[in-house]
């Protein structure tokens, strides 16, 4: 689905590359760090006692749960758990 004209993407493109590369970088870490924090916010909406270990467990299978398989995800989480 394609819901940009072609105009408002060039002109969203030439904003974006007059930024300089560490402009750009800053740009991405902030969208990420917003993007978290709605993931966070979402989680303990559901659940608002949740531990600090299970919510960083959480965020990682929001974020990451599709890009690994079952055994590697155990791993992972359980890694994630051990470190309070």
Same mark, same amino acid.
């Given at each position: ?8 993407? /060039?002109?969203?493109?030439?904003? $974006?590359? #007059? ?9 991405? =870490?902030?969208?990420? *760090? ?9 989680? /303990?909406?559901?659940?608002?006692? $949740?531990? #600090? ?9 929001? =974020?990451?749960?599709? *890009? ?17």
């Amino acid at each position: 689905m394609k819901d940009t004209s072609d105009k408002m993407q /060039k002109a969203y493109e030439d904003m $974006i590359f #007059k930024k300089s590369p560490g402009e750009r970088v800053a740009m991405a =870490f902030s969208l990420f *760090d917003f993007a978290k924090e709605i993931v966070i916010s979402s989680i /303990k909406e559901g659940r608002p006692d $949740i531990s #600090k270990s299970d919510l960083r467990a959480e965020i990682f299978l929001r =974020f990451y749960g599709n *890009d690994f398989g079952e055994q590697d995800k155990e791993k992972i989480i359980g890694r994630l758990k051990a470190h309070t």
